[in-house]
T-cell receptor, first 109, second 112 residues
Framework: GIQVEQSPPDLILQEGANSTLRCNFSDSVNNLQWFHQNPWGQLINLFYIPSGTKQNGRLSATTVATERYSLLYISSSQTTDSGVYFCAVERTGGFKTIFGAGTRLFVKA | NAGVTQTPKFQVLKTGQSMTLQCAQDMNHNSMYWYRQDPGMGLRLIYYSASEGTTDKGEVPNGYNVSRLNKREFSLRLESAAPSQTSVYFC???????????FGNGTRLTVT
């Protein structure tokens, strides 16, 4: 099956810093999504981004499908950005959305 | 608009007991999914239903059964619970296979 690798596994930032999270995948995909799991366990969809670039406030994401990777940018990080960020992909021709292991982010005040 | 609703929120079972986790969505979505999340890990797909009347196995289906009762509801059943099934279970839905996933708030299950 398709493999999804996220890096780094853990990240500690000072409030106000910027960061880049990476997601590599091993096969062509129909779609790619980024999720944030907050400290209460809720999963929030940040971006649906099978290709190209999208921005939402301080967050932006870029997917280069031909090179099989996606990047999530967090600018001017805030303590509320803490949690786990997941990348999830659906292989071309399938219905299964598969998750990476996540990047655990802690933003210090 | 409630979105995806899961019940119960918490459950403790003894080994060998059975239970059904309920999931309902009010967004008129076609596809529904059950995932489990173990500590420090990503989500693993248990079963999914691409449309009403169909179900298929995901990555980790052993020990589980599902029922797509109607377009709104998708239940997950543990026939004989085992400690290895201690996990947080998430239900999700989507309109079609190329649209965003929407998640419920999860069910935390402990099997002793």
């Amino acid at each position: 099956g398709i493999q999804v690798e996220q890096s780094p596994p853990d990240l500690i930032l000072q409030e106000g810093a910027n960061s880049t999270l990476r997601c590599n995948f091993s096969d062509s995909v129909n779609n790619l999504q980024w999720f944030h799991q907050n400290p209460w366990g809720q999963l929030i969809n940040l971006f649906y981004i099978p290709s190209g670039t999208k921005q939402n406030g301080r967050l932006s994401a870029t997917t280069v499908a031909t090179e099989r990777y996606s990047l999530l940018y967090i600018s001017s990080s805030q303590t509320t950005d803490s949690g786990v960020y997941f990348c999830a992909v659906e292989r071309t021709g399938g219905f299964k959305t598969i998750f990476g292991a996540g990047t655990r982010l802690f933003v210090k005040a | 608009n409630a979105g995806v609703t899961q019940t119960p929120k918490f459950q403790v079972l003894k080994t060998g007991q059975s239970m059904t986790l309920q999931c309902a969505q009010d967004m008129n979505h076609n596809s529904m999914y059950w995932y489990r999340q173990d500590p420090g890990m990503g989500l693993r797909l248990i079963y999914y239903s691409a449309s009403e009347g169909t179900t298929d196995k995901g990555e980790v289906p052993n020990g589980y059964n599902v029922s797509r009762l109607n377009k709104r509801e998708f239940s997950l059943r543990l026939e004989s619970a085992a400690p290895s099934q201690t996990s947080v279970y998430f239900c999700a839905s989507t309109m079609v296979d190329d649209s965003p996933l929407h998640f419920g708030n999860g069910t935390r299950l402990t099997v002793t």
